[in-house]
Structure formats: structure tokens, C-alpha cells
């Protein structure tokens, strides 16, 4: 079963959640446990059985077991055990229930509405875990799960509806509850909860906006023939809701370490968002630092009071109390240079893996567009344009591959300075903790007394070296969370640059080109098609009624209008001139558009296919020979939605026909 859909059943419903809720078990939890089963997952596929995890329970049940024990030990009436064998059984349960509840696609291919919510109601099934299966499709709304299933609404299920769901669980022969896992509700696979992982000792723990059209009656050019095939699918989302969430700060734990906040796993952070989560991190550390220094500061007191109250003479307590204050003066300015160094390491360091990362993106389209260059033929007018992008793509790799040369170097250079700057602070401690030996030579006369006075001060002195060592894992284990949001941060602004200059030396071809394919299938970059520029487009053309009303401008009869108003909102121009002047007649568009550089005709589809079309797709309607309505006369022209929908000077389910005989041509954006 899916790490991210198993989390999400166990988090979002009430066996569980609703158990654990009013004693406000923390995000954090769930993140802990995110952790140690994407561990668990040795093929890397995201997916986890029975078997990894009884593997889990039986080799890390006690380290889990701490670390929740350390995450909910600030809430009243939580037994860490508890929770631990919680999340095990239940995760066991919804496991075993996933990998055995489903149901071949065969015997689902062509069912109607019907009969598939007959089969949710009957009861003899042979199978157990097909009346489970079905079962589970009868409790969470049978008709309502066949509704989104069928995507066509032809009232049965294709072959090709059903692939489109037995994917999400890596099995696509059958359809499991995994797949099904936006209509299922997981207690449907939960039955009586049994101890199957024994309790663990408690270990000692340690530092670890679209309206529907609101007519479909035919507007100022239009005998409309609406399509039954949105384009829009309903597709099964396994991304939990946020395992980030609270922090732990750092809290002693029992033998001197802190409790390190670990980074949230969430594919969906902003820049905003990665800057705050760097600051508490960095908040984190500070407390972790703070903490440890005054419990080396509090051993070091006691250190100064037992060499104060002894009978040493004054000399060598004054030269004592100089020197102490001398080097904890120069282990403070090391270790402000070691965190100075540390912040120009790791952002230099994000930034080099950013830019080597870019380079590799730039490298692969270059490979891409030599294959596809090669495959020209040798008076193809486009080897020229190709030749053009590499040679710029080569050079915008080399700037990148140079500017992470750099930040290498920068890197380097700060990392060296860090061994060198923690090895003199080492030393400056060494010494400090060597400091009465050192002074015993110097007054000879004081060597008993000294002595005396180390075995007093032993405990202190080994309490001062475990909190170092602790505090060195820690902020290793904290540092490491703030390179990985750096690194996280600088891919995200990184992103769009790196997509500007591929799409900037992307090859245009504007030859018409037939569409030779099944239209529900096509892949629309494979013409050219650029998708960012079709969802403006789109996006646009959702508001364009509101935006005509708001301008006192008319609404039927004005699909020219419209898309004028669109093409203004979207590139501040319109091809076809401003609304008052200009082209007037939709027809009168076709040749404007076959000589617009920002499109790309398309030929090969039939009127009944264009509910399929992408986003921003543009449809030009001939005018009709015969027949005096304002669609024969004049033609039609819109935007496609890319869901089935157009929109000219309102919205309405795409045409597939206009006037008497008007013929359709289809452009799409590839700029």
C-alpha cells in the first residue's frame, strides 16, 4: 500500500483520528512515523507491505517508541505505547485489507450503473474479500463512485476509464481500495483491532473558478451539438494532508541532549514557507546551543567555586580566573566564525547542487532536440532553429556549470575554514580543561592541592564533555535540516528559470501539421503545444462575460468580441485589432491565426472531437454557403477550456457545429 495513502487513511479518519484527537496527538507524530517507514521501503517504490512493516516493528519498535515518547511527552493522559501499537495495527490492518480487497479490471470492463450497484448490494459472494470489496463500494455510495469512474457518462465503464485507476497502488490488473482511495473511507477495511505487535519495553531515551454554462441553447452563431466528452478527469489523489506542522523545540531529554526538530515532507512548500521553517530551525538551534552552553557554564560554575574556596594561593587563583576568562573569550569568537562560516557553507553549497541540477536539466534538452534534429530532413527549414537552441542551450549550460564551479570553491573554502576554525576551538577547550594541571607546573608548591581539587571537580568536568559531545550530534542533525531546506529553497527559485531558458530555445515549428492519432490520447507538446500560455488563456476566458458586462459591451452575438477581450487581458494586444475596429467577422480570423508566430494550426480533428482540445486551443468557424442566420454568415470563433468547454463571449459546452455547414480550424498556443 501507497506510505502517503496509508498516512492519510490513518490521519483524516475517525478510526484513529477521532480516537487520538482530544488528546491532540501532534503532526509530528505522524511526520516521525512517515520517516521511519519511507526507511522501511528498501525498493524505494513508495509502496509498503505487511512484511516491511512487521520489519520495522520488530528491528526500530523500541527507537519509535522513544521518539514518540519524546513527541507527546508534553500531553496530558498519552501513553507513547499506546500510540506506537496503534499506528502498527492499524497500519497492519489497512495493509492486508488493500493487498487483499479488490477486484479484477475483467470483470469490471462494460458493467453499467446498474449492475455495478447490484453487485454492491449482494451477498453471496464466494470470494470474502469481494463482498469486502464490494461492500466497501456499497458503504462509501456506490452510484456516486461509478459517476466518477465513468468519465465518458456513457453509463459504462471502458477498459480504458478503468486503467486510469488501477494505477496508483502499482497493480493494473485490478482495481484495489488504494486506488479507490479519494471515495473510500478506510474503516470500511478495519474490523476488530488485535493485538498483533507486542508491547515494547520502554527504552531509556536518547538524542534522536468556473460556472457551469448557464444556457445550452444555441447563442448569435450556433445550432449546437454538445459533446458528451469532457476532457476533465477526476483522477485518485494519494498525497496526505501535511505531515509538517509543529515543531518540537529543543527540551532536554535525560541524559543531556536535545530533542533536534525534524523538516516536514511536503511537495507543495512556497519560498514564504521554506523561509519560515529555515527560521524556526534555525530558532531550534539557537535554543539547542543556548541550553547546552548554560549547563556547561552551570559545571564550569562549580568548577570555579571549588578552585575559589580552596586553600590555592591568591596568585594562582587570580592567573587561573585571567586565563579562564581569556579563553572562554576566544572559544565565544571561534565559534561565532564557525557559525558564520557554517551559514556562507550551506548556501553556497544549495546553491552549487541547484545550478548542477539545472546544468543536467539544460544537458537533457539538448540531447532531446540533437535526437529530434537528426531525425530532420536535410532540407527541413528547421535544422537552422535547431542548430540555434543548442548552440544557446550549450551556452547556458556552460554559464551554469561555471557559476557552480564557484560556489564549489566558495563551498570549499568555507568548509575549510570550519575543520580549522573547531579544531583551534578544541584546542582552546582542551586547554581550558587542562588549565590547572598547566598552572600546577607553574607553581610547583600547589601540585597536592591541585590534584585534591581534580577529583572534586571530575564529575563536572565529565558532565561538561557528554553535554559537548551531545550538543556536536545535535547541531550536526539540525544543520543538516537547514541544508536540506536550502537546497529545498534554492531548486524552487531556481525552477523557473531553468524552465524560461528551455522553453525560451525551444525549436518553434509552425508548419500545420495533421493530428494522426486518437485525440483522448495525444500528448499536446508533443505539436508544440505550450501549456503554461494555454492556461492563461483559459484561465482568462473563464471571466470574459464579467469582464464584457463590467464595460457595458454585449453579450450575444459577440463571440469576436469576446475573444478579442481575452487575448487584450491575457498579452495586453488582440491579433484580430481592439474591439471597436479591426476584424469584425469570426470567419474573417483564419488567416490572422495562420499567421500568427504564437500558433500552431492543427488538422486531422473532427468536429465532434473538439471537446478534447487543451486549454487556450483557438477554433475558427468558416462562414456557411447557404442560409442566413448570423452563423452562416459570419462564422464563429472561441477559446477552448480544456475540459469540454469553450468560452467566446460566455461559456458553453464546446460547439460541434455552426450554421448549415461551417467547417472548424484549430490552432493551439506554442509560444
Same mark, same amino acid.
Given at each position: ?31 516521525? %512515523? /512517515?520517516?521511519?517507514? &519511507? ?19 520488530? *528491528? ?20 507513547? *505505547? ?5 499506528? %502498527? ?29 447490484? /453487485?454492491?448490494?449482494?451477498?453471496? %459472494? ?21 459517476? #466518477? ?81 469532457? #476532457? ?36 507543495? =512548500? ?36 571549588? +578552585? ?25 569568537? &571561534? ?15 544549495? &546553491? ?14 539538448? *540531447?532531446?532536440?540533437?535526437? #529530434?534534429? /537528426? ?39 568555507? !568548509? ?5 576554525? !573547531? ?6 577547550? !582542551? ?22 581539587? !581534580? ?21 550536526? *542533525? ?31 515549428? =509552425? ?10 490520447? +495525444? ?39 469576446? +475573444? ?31 499567421? /500568427? ?75
Amino acid at each position: 500500500m501507497q506510505i502517503n495513502s496509508l498516512l492519510s487513511f490513518i490521519k483524516n479518519h475517525t478510526d484513529f483520528a477521532g480516537k487520538f484527537s482530544e488528546k491532540k496527538i501532534s503532526d509530528s507524530v505522524f511526520a516521525k %512515523f /512517515n520517516e521511519y517507514l &519511507k526507511n522501511a521501503d528498501k525498493s524505494e517504490d513508495n509502496i509498503i507491505s505487511s512484511e516491511e512493516l512487521s520489519e520495522l516493528y520488530e *528491528t526500530n519498535g523500541a527507537e519509535i517508541l522513544a521518539a514518540f515518547k519524546l513527541l507527546v511527552q508534553e500531553l496530558e493522559n498519552v501513553d507513547a *505505547t499506546e500510540v506506537t501499537n496503534d499506528l %502498527f495495527n492499524i497500519s497492519k490492518d489497512l495493509i492486508e485489507g488493500n493487498d487483499e480487497i479488490n477486484e479484477d479490471i475483467s470483470a469490471l470492463e462494460d458493467i453499467s450503473l446498474d449492475d455495478f450497484i447490484e /453487485n454492491s448490494e449482494k451477498t453471496d %459472494f464466494e470470494d470474502e474479500t469481494l463482498s469486502k470489496f464490494w461492500g466497501a463500494i456499497k458503504e462509501n455510495d456506490a452510484k456516486e463512485i461509478f459517476e #466518477k469512474l465513468d468519465e465518458n457518462k456513457d453509463g459504462k465503464l471502458s477498459k480504458e476509464e478503468l486503467n486510469k485507476f488501477s494505477e496508483i497502488d502499482g497493480e493494473k490488473d485490478n482495481i484495489s481500495l488504494t486506488d479507490l482511495s479519494q471515495f473510500i473511507n478506510p474503516e470500511t477495511l478495519l474490523e476488530d483491532e488485535s493485538e498483533t505487535l507486542e508491547n515494547t519495553e520502554e527504552p531509556s531515551v536518547g538524542t534522536e473558478e468556473t460556472d457551469e454554462p448557464t444556457s445550452t441553447k444555441p447563442d448569435e452563431d450556433t445550432t449546437t451539438q454538445e459533446t458528451n466528452k469532457p #476532457k476533465e478527469t477526476s483522477k485518485p489523489s494519494s498525497t496526505p494532508s501535511s505531515t509538517g506542522g509543529s515543531y518540537n523545540s529543543g527540551s532536554p531529554t535525560n541524559d543531556g541532549g536535545n530533542v533536534v526538530p525534524t523538516v516536514p515532507e511536503n511537495d507543495e =512548500r512556497t519560498v514564504e514557507q521554506i523561509n519560515s521553517e529555515i527560521k524556526e530551525q534555525e530558532s531550534s538551534r539557537n535554543e539547542i546551543k543556548s541550553k547546552s552552553e548554560k549547563d556547561i557554564a552551570e559545571n564550569e560554575g562549580k568548577i570555579s567555586e571549588a +578552585v575559589s574556596k580552596s586553600d590555592l594561593s591568591e596568585e594562582f587563583k587570580e592567573e587561573y580566573e585571567n586565563e579562564t576568562k581569556r579563553l572562554d573569550e576566544e572559544i565565544s569568537n &571561534k565559534d561565532k566564525e564557525i557559525d558564520e562560516q557554517t551559514v556562507i557553507y550551506q548556501d553556497a553549497l544549495a &546553491k552549487a547542487d541547484t545550478l548542477k541540477s539545472a546544468a543536467g536539466e539544460i544537458s537533457s534538452q539538448i *540531447t532531446e532536440l540533437e535526437g #529530434k534534429m /537528426n531525425n530532420l530532413g536535410e532540407d527541413s527549414g528547421l535544422k537552422e532553429k535547431y542548430q540555434t537552441s543548442i548552440q544557446n542551450l550549450t551556452t547556458e549550460k556552460e554559464k551554469l556549470e561555471e557559476e557552480e564551479r564557484a560556489e564549489r570553491d566558495k563551498a570549499d573554502s568555507a !568548509k575549510e575554514q570550519i575543520d580549522a576554525l !573547531k579544531k583551534d576551538k578544541s584546542d582552546l577547550e !582542551k586547554e581550558k580543561d587542562n588549565l590547572l594541571d598547566t598552572l600546577s607546573e607553574k607553581f610547583s608548591s600547589e601540585k597536592e592541592k591541585v590534584e585534591k581539587i !581534580k577529583e572534586d571537580i571530575k564529575e563536572y568536568q565529565e558532565n561538561i564533555k557528554t553535554i559537548r559531545e551531545n550538543l556536536e550530534k545535535d547541531l550536526e *542533525t539540525v544543520d543538516g535540516n537547514i541544508q536540506k531546506l536550502k537546497n529545498e529553497k534554492a531548486q524552487l527559485e531556481q525552477a523557473p528559470k531553468t524552465k524560461e531558458i528551455i522553453n525560451s530555445n525551444r525549436p518553434v515549428d =509552425r508548419t500545420p501539421t495533421s493530428l494522426n492519432e486518437n485525440i483522448q490520447n +495525444v500528448n499536446w507538446e508533443d505539436y508544440g503545444y505550450n501549456p503554461e500560455t494555454g492556461k492563461k488563456f483559459a484561465d482568462s476566458a473563464v471571466n470574459v462575460e464579467s469582464r464584457l458586462r463590467a464595460k457595458g459591451k454585449q453579450i450575444d452575438h459577440n463571440c469576436l468580441g469576446g +475573444v478579442k477581450d481575452t487575448f487584450i487581458d491575457v498579452t495586453g494586444e488582440s491579433p484580430f485589432g481592439l474591439p471597436e475596429q479591426g476584424i469584425t467577422v469570426a470567419s474573417q480570423c483564419l488567416d490572422t491565426m495562420r499567421n /500568427n508566430e504564437n500558433y500552431r494550426e492543427i488538422t486531422g480533428i473532427s468536429a465532434g472531437e473538439l471537446g478534447y482540445l487543451p486549454a487556450g486551443a483557438v477554433v475558427v468557424w468558416s462562414s456557411s454557403s447557404g442560409g442566413s442566420s448570423p452563423a452562416d454568415l459570419y462564422g464563429h470563433i472561441s477559446v477552448s477550456l480544456g475540459d469540454g468547454r469553450e468560452s467566446s463571449s460566455k461559456i458553453r459546452q464546446q460547439l460541434t457545429s455552426v450554421g448549415q455547414n461551417g467547417k472548424p480550424t484549430v490552432f493551439i498556443p506554442i509560444t
